[in-house]
């Protein structure tokens, strides 16, 4: 009894010491904007790679918290001004801002970790459901992000610009000149970074496990 008691500490040591690793890795990206690429008003972040591992690692709360924490930074730069893109949301409508950042970005983490769990239920091994929930995490948050954005903005002179830059004839192309360059180099580092992390610390956890 007391070593499995001890084994059960342990286990919730190792997830939350994993957790505040990549939760203090997504404020380091947020607040030093390591965390993004930025081409003119778009930007591209790799903020995803720390909620793919935590929702495949940890599971959907830490999925869920380290969502969270990427969507209250990238509001902070939207309200703060660092981001463009963010500031010109921020100075229409600051509640709407704050719902494109964060919401999309706490569903992200959710459905990652639900997904890879879904998938574990029918894989032998962890390779493919960490393939796919690592590419799954960065496709969710352009999508859902992109989304929120058209919902919420498109009424906006902001939406109307970019509409008119994108030559785009309806909604639908539009979303996907929009989502472009975004989605093609997030789904990329989530696939490989996330991937192979993810991999090497289910791994490295099933080891330790006492």
Not at 86 to 100: A, D, R, V, Y
Request: proline share 3%; charged share 10%.
């Amino acid at each position: 009894m007391k070593s499995s008691a001890k084994s059960k500490k342990n286990e919730r040591i190792l997830r939350l010491t994993q957790l505040s690793v990549l939760v203090a890795l997504l404020i380091i990206f947020g607040f030093t904007n390591l965390g993004y690429i930025k081409i003119g008003v778009i930007e591209i972040t790799l903020n995803i790679i720390p909620v793919a591992i935590g929702a495949i690692v940890l599971g959907p709360y830490a999925g869920a918290v380290c969502g969270a924490v990427f969507g209250l930074t990238s509001f902070w730069q939207a309200a703060s001004g660092t981001s463009a893109f963010g500031m010109m949301l921020f100075q229409h409508s600051p509640l709407n801002t704050f719902i494109i950042c964060f919401i999309p970005r706490l569903l992200e983490g959710i459905l990652t970790a639900l997904l890879f769990k879904a998938l574990m239920k029918i894989c032998k091994k962890n390779s493919l459901p960490c393939a796919a929930a690592s590419l799954c995490c960065p496709l969710l948050n352009t999508l859902l992000f992109v989304g929120s954005f058209i919902l919420l903005f498109m009424k906006t002179d902001i939406f109307s610009g970019l509409y008119t830059q994108s030559a785009a004839d309806n909604i639908g192309a539009f979303f996907v000149w929009f989502v472009g360059l975004n989605g093609l180099v997030e789904a990329i580092a989530g696939f490989i970074i996330a991937t192979a992390v993810s991999k090497a610390l289910l791994t490295a956890n099933k080891r330790l496990k006492l």
